[in-house]
């Protein structure tokens, strides 16, 4: 079964920047589409960004568009989400999961996520 490690979650101040990390176990994720996803209390799971298998091509939703960019390493079989310019409405937990790219919608199971908290 599909299944993530995410990675590189902390408190930072506004207006910092954290890179976070998705690693797979047990397969490549340069066959599948990948997304992130984050979670903030009290609030349904979103979309936030994806990459496509087929070209690399990247989409962001509009609330992050400009501050995050998402990437592959293939060499290390990870994909990378570095945030810049966060906001407290930021705050949540962030996930990595296969993705369709039509739809936006995840599919195969949630990892544990990694907490990423902006306040100053």
């Known amino acids: 079964q599909v299944h993530f490690v995410e990675s590189g979650g902390d408190l930072v101040q506004p207006g910092g920047s954290l890179r976070l990390s998705c690693a797979p176990f047990?397969?490549?994720?340069?066959?599948?589409?990948i997304g992130w996803f984050r979670q903030a209390p009290g609030k349904e799971r979103e979309g936030v960004s994806y990459?496509?298998?087929?070209?690399?091509?990247?989409h962001y939703v509009d609330s992050v568009k400009g501050r995050f960019t998402m990437s592959r390493d293939k060499t290390k079989n990870t994909v990378y989400l570095q945030m810049n310019s966060l906001k407290p409405e930021d705050t949540a937990v962030y996930y990595c999961?296969?993705?369709?790219?039509?739809?936006?919608?995840?599919?195969?199971?949630w990892g544990q996520g990694t907490q990423v908290t902006v306040s100053s």
């Open positions: 047990g397969f490549t994720l340069g066959y599948y589409s």
């Open positions: 990459i496509r298998n087929s070209d690399d091509s990247t």
């Open positions: 999961a296969t993705v369709d790219p039509l739809s936006f919608r995840a599919f195969g199971s």
